[in-house]
């Protein structure tokens, strides 16, 4: 393209980074919602950051034409698009050539990453549908180039938050963020198609959940959930996160309850559905950055704002198990017998009849754990730490340990090869054993644990002795005491403690009762 406005950056490894393409079907039904072709044909000024093949300009255009509306070059003057993928722009200015008759502005129309789109453009309304992408699934050069983007635009405090729970932090995000803040004008209003982890998760959406920074401030005036992935009708199709359309206003302060609506079917079966939205309301509890709670019931989010917080020791914080970073068939055991006082002998489905010694093998939590009232161990896991201060064995101390030492020799490699910028740190000082999720808290002699991936209900329970939990699959708060253990599984099966977790609508997903969901029902004291 001749226009010089269109200039593109170097080229990323992947110029379709979480591409999801908006139906027309639906693209015509957010601007239908909000009168947007009203708006247009009063004079506001329409821009959409991420445009693909120009979806929403097309339907615009469409719901023009199909009113008998003659498009007028002035018209055409206010619309505005930007997208990274010079052929979908091409396509677009094809069909509105083939199909309409219009010669689309190239003026109008730029070929830029967004997050590097430095032109002074600001508009009445923003409309688009932004890269669905986790910031640790991003090409490895994208990543460098836009990590300093999410600390300038206030969504992480650190870069280096980055590497740790922020990790799982969506693009969307940063291009929402940075749209309304140079994009549009003041007391505009933008829709976006969006991932609602954003809302709906802890950690990574902590930092869009300010609802702005030094120099934005912005306010979600709704959302609309496609809960369940719209069963009888996918709107994004091979897409399995939830998603839905969420309405901003620059320059508000956010308030709350947010209204949100959940697409429901009143139909009889599932032959004959009959969609309709149900009426909800949204708020964080306890701190206006937290994870949305949601409910049709104001009353009920009232009373789970107003829960008296568990006060517990600051060291009895809650935890994930213990995370081998790839290497299960290297750590954990389904047969685990004595031999000896002090050597046990282990197998697994890689390994056979090993020799290994008893004190650093533990039992590790199963799901049937939880319905026995005397917990009997089904697997094992080696942990090569000392107990005593929670750090990896030396090399030395290893030493010590010569059917251990070989052990892990035997598999150096196939350990100092394991991925993630936390397992590689370790590795990097010498430790290529070394575990996550392990320390002083991991040998406490109590631990309240509960199966925090994938459940639809909650139920803490009481191990005594060295248990461990496993990976994600389970939360634990490490207790130095039976007595505190007993009184804090009391608190923590009371029924609101689940209705809690119920309102944060994650029943069956892996984020059903991680550590920081229940970390908000607790006052930390030292």
Same mark, same amino acid.
């Given at each position: 393209?001749?226009?010089?406005?269109?200039?593109?950056?170097?080229?990323?490894?992947?110029?379709?980074?979480?591409?999801?393409?908006?139906?027309?079907?639906?693209?015509?039904?957010?601007?239908?919602?909000?009168?947007?072709?009203?708006?247009?044909?009063?004079?506001?000024?329409?821009?959409?950051?991420?445009?693909?093949?120009?979806?929403?300009?097309?339907?615009?255009?469409?719901?023009?034409?199909?009113?008998?509306?003659?498009?007028?070059?002035?018209?055409?003057?206010?619309?505005? *698009?930007?997208?990274?993928?010079?052929?979908?722009?091409?396509?677009?200015?094809?069909?509105?050539?083939?199909?309409?008759?219009?010669?689309?502005? $190239?003026?109008?129309?730029?070929?830029?990453?967004? !997050?590097?789109?430095?032109?002074?453009?600001?508009?009445?309304?923003?409309?688009?549908?932004?890269?669905?992408?986790?910031? *640790?699934?991003?090409?490895?050069?994208?990543?460098?180039?836009?990590?300093?983007?999410?600390?300038?635009?206030?969504?992480?405090?650190?870069?280096?938050?980055?590497? $740790?729970?922020? %990790?799982?932090?969506?693009?969307?995000?940063?291009?929402?963020?940075?749209?309304?803040?140079?994009?549009?004008?003041?007391?505009?209003?933008?829709?976006?198609? +969006?991932?609602?982890?954003?809302?709906?998760?802890?950690?990574?959406?902590?930092?869009?959940?300010?609802?702005?920074?030094? =120099?934005?401030?912005?306010?979600?005036?709704?959302?609309?959930?496609?809960?369940?992935?719209?069963?009888?009708?996918?709107?994004?199709?091979?897409?399995?996160?939830?998603?839905?359309?969420?309405?901003?206003?620059?320059? &508000?302060?956010?308030?709350?309850?947010?209204?949100?609506?959940?697409?429901?079917?009143?139909?009889?079966?599932?032959?004959?559905?009959?969609?309709?939205?149900?009426?909800?309301?949204?708020?964080?509890?306890?701190?206006?950055?937290?994870?949305?709670?949601?409910?049709?019931?104001?009353?009920?989010?009232?009373?789970?704002?107003?829960?008296?917080?568990?006060?517990?020791?600051?060291?009895?914080?809650?935890?994930?198990?213990?995370?081998?970073?790839? /290497?299960?068939?290297?750590?954990?055991?389904?047969?685990?017998?004595?031999?000896?006082?002090?050597?046990?002998?282990?197998?697994?489905?890689?390994?056979?009849?090993?020799?290994?010694?008893?004190?650093?093998?533990?039992?590790?939590?199963?799901? /049937?754990?939880?319905?026995?009232?005397?917990?009997?161990?089904?697997?094992?896991?080696?942990?090569?730490?000392?107990?005593?201060?929670?750090?990896?064995?030396?090399? *030395?101390?290893?030493?010590?340990?010569?059917? $251990?030492?070989?052990? !892990?020799?035997?598999?150096?490699?196939?350990?100092?090869? &394991?991925?993630?910028?936390?397992?590689?740190?370790?590795?990097?000082?010498?430790?290529?054993?070394?575990?996550?999720?392990?320390?002083?808290?991991?040998? +406490?002699?109590?631990?309240?644990?509960?199966?925090?991936?994938?459940?639809?209900?909650?139920?803490?329970?009481?191990?005594?002795?060295?248990?461990?939990? =496993?990976?994600?699959?389970? /939360?634990? +708060?490490?207790?130095?005491?039976?007595?505190?253990?007993?009184?804090?599984?009391?608190?923590?099966? *009371?029924?609101?403690?689940?209705?809690?977790?119920? %309102?944060?609508?994650?029943?069956?997903?892996?984020?059903?009762?991680?550590?920081?969901?229940?970390?908000?029902?607790?006052? $930390?004291?030292?």
């Amino acid at each position: 393209m001749s226009n010089p406005e269109n200039q593109t950056e170097p080229q990323t490894e992947n110029q379709l980074v979480g591409a999801v393409f908006t139906p027309f079907k639906w693209a015509t039904w957010v601007l239908e919602k909000y009168a947007i072709l009203d708006r247009w044909l009063e004079g506001a000024t329409i821009f959409d950051p991420t445009a693909g093949e120009g979806i929403f300009l097309e339907c615009l255009i469409n719901l023009a034409v199909s009113q008998g509306i003659s498009i007028s070059s002035t018209m055409l003057d206010r619309l505005y *698009a930007n997208e990274k993928n010079a052929e979908f722009i091409e396509s677009f200015l094809s069909r509105m050539r083939s199909q309409y008759d219009i010669n689309f502005p $190239l003026s109008n129309f730029f070929n830029r990453d967004i !997050l590097f789109f430095d032109r002074a453009l600001t508009v009445d309304i923003v409309v688009g549908n932004p890269p669905w992408q986790n910031f *640790a699934n991003l090409p490895t050069a994208y990543k460098e180039l836009i990590k300093p983007l999410f600390h300038e635009y206030g969504l992480v405090h650190n870069p280096k938050d980055l590497l $740790l729970g922020s %990790s799982r932090i969506d693009l969307s995000s940063l291009i929402i963020i940075k749209t309304l803040q140079h994009h549009l004008r003041i007391n505009g209003l933008a829709y976006f198609f +969006m991932p609602l982890s954003v809302f709906l998760n802890d950690g990574a959406g902590q930092g869009f959940r300010a609802y702005g920074n030094k =120099n934005l401030r912005f306010e979600v005036r709704e959302i609309y959930d496609f809960k369940d992935d719209f069963k009888y009708e996918a709107i994004f199709e091979k897409i399995r996160t939830r998603y839905g359309l969420v309405c901003f206003q620059r320059d &508000r302060q956010q308030t709350f309850p947010i209204p949100y609506f959940q697409l429901s079917n009143s139909g009889k079966n599932s032959q004959n559905p009959a969609f309709e939205w149900q009426k909800c309301y949204a708020r964080s509890l306890f701190k206006s950055d937290a994870p949305l709670s949601i409910s049709s019931n104001l009353q009920e989010l009232q009373e789970l704002e107003n829960l008296h917080k568990i006060p517990v020791d600051r060291t009895s914080k809650p935890r994930q198990g213990i995370n081998s970073c790839g /290497a299960k068939d290297l750590f954990v055991f389904e047969d685990c017998q004595n031999i000896s006082e002090t050597l046990v002998r282990v197998s697994n489905r890689q390994f056979q009849n090993l020799i290994l010694p008893s004190q650093f093998l533990f039992p590790l939590v199963a799901k /049937a754990n939880f319905d026995q009232a005397q917990p009997i161990p089904q697997r094992y896991i080696l942990i090569p730490y000392d107990i005593t201060n929670g750090k990896p064995l030396s090399h *030395a101390q290893l030493e010590h340990h010569p059917q $251990l030492w070989q052990y !892990l020799l035997a598999h150096q490699t196939a350990l100092q090869n &394991r991925k993630g910028t936390l397992i590689q740190n370790w590795i990097k000082k010498g430790y290529w054993y070394a575990l996550l999720g392990v320390g002083i808290y991991t040998f +406490m002699p109590y631990k309240v644990c509960w199966q925090a991936y994938g459940q639809k209900q909650f139920k803490a329970q009481l191990f005594e002795g060295h248990w461990q939990g =496993n990976q994600a699959l389970h /939360a634990y +708060m490490p207790m130095p005491e039976r007595s505190l253990g007993e009184h804090l599984v009391q608190q923590l099966n *009371a029924p609101i403690v689940e209705r809690y977790l119920r %309102s944060q609508q994650m029943e069956g997903t892996c984020n059903w009762a991680q550590p920081g969901r229940i970390l908000q029902l607790l006052e $930390l004291v030292d």
